[in-house]
């Protein structure tokens, strides 16, 4: 039994999600392949993944994210958690679900600090899955994991803000549904640092809002796109601020917790369909007389998967179980760990799985160079590992700087 333990309705969206697996969604992952590759674009929208949106909604497995019981089934950070791994298996069954990034974050985002005119004209048809969206954040001119750095300008002007400034990175925005920003700016320089930053709604098609062009992630470009996209003297509805001016910074931090641990639970789903990869290969090949699944280091490589994606489902459900408990400030520890040790575990069981593969497995005949591309890509999203790792070892010191003396082998030592 786990440590945290499945509720009855979690238990009962997990043996229909996976159902819905077996029996739709990795059967379409050939058709979705072949309709992208007929298409010639690499931004199409292939009728495959609009009908399995079709059967996961008669079945009941839509915006299973979504914590407000208005708008999806109300589960909790740890009732999702494992539906968000299961999910993280293929690459096409988030979307399928209406549970892909950043739509899930925008989508909280507008539900906790959209006005009824947002939550009309964009949250509703982004919960039908009719809409998608982006989020503007990351800046190439700027170290951007420093989001006080961000120098996107949003100048006030009578009962407008006018921005004016480059975005990229921005995912979502080649998405042939993309019609709305969530962009991040600085609205007053002269403010604390964690004040002069606001988010507002942009449609995409707003006079002087370009995308530029699209980014190639290692070499693959990614059907709803990376974005680099301008904004020249683009006028803003001040209506169209969220929450206020000031409180980008503080909505950032709201819309990354949640975001955090689905992809770290995508992640693990990742990691678990590559072990299977490996192990189905090793088994099955043979070399010098023996299946290399009979081989030392292979049986290692298997083995050290196996605790390697326990231990982190673990923490992962720790850290979900203490958003759902303590809040998002309080997990901000958990969640910052989480985000360091789920993509690194996933990319290294990726890699075996590649080398386990041979040549084949940095080809597009099996799922694992893009798996690798999308999971190497995750170490940089939402924040680098170094950022997290510096907010665990500040968060870690300061204990001890507030803490009294202290003994060292019989001798006192004053700590601070």
Known sequence: MSVYEMSERTVQYRDALLAFMDEHVYPAESVYEEQMRASGDPHFQPPILEELKAEARRRGLWNLFHPHPDWGPGLTNLEYAPLAEIMGRSHIA??????????TGNMEVLTLFGTDEHKE????????????????????????????????????????????????????????????????GKTDPTAAPHRQQSMMVVPIDAPGVTVVRNLPVFGYADREGHAEITFENVRVPSKDVLAGEGEGFAIS???????????????????????????????SRVTFGQPVSERANIQDWIAEARIEIEMTRLLTLKAAHLMDTVGNKQARMEIAAIKVAAPAMALKIIDRAIQVHGGGGVTDDFPLAMMYAHMRTLRLADGPDEVHKRSIAVAELRKYRTAPAASVNGHKVTVG
């Open 94 to 103: 988030s979307e399928a679900c209406n549970c892909n990034a950043p739509d």
């Open 121 to 184: 004209k964009y949250l509703r048809p982004l919960l039908d899955g009719t809409m998608a969206s982006a989020f503007a954040m990351t800046e190439p001119a700027v170290a951007s994991s420093d989001a006080t750095n961000i120098e996107l300008s949003m100048v006030r002007d009578g009962d407008e803000y006018v921005l004016n400034g480059r975005k990229w990175f921005a995912s979502n925005a080649m998405h042939k549904n993309c019609k709305v920003l969530i962009v991040m």
């Open 253 to 283: 931090q709201a819309r990354l917790g949640p975001g955090r641990i689905h992809h770290c639970m995508r992640a693990i789903g990742m990691a678990e369909r590559a072990l299977e990869l490996l192990c189905r290969r090793a088994s």
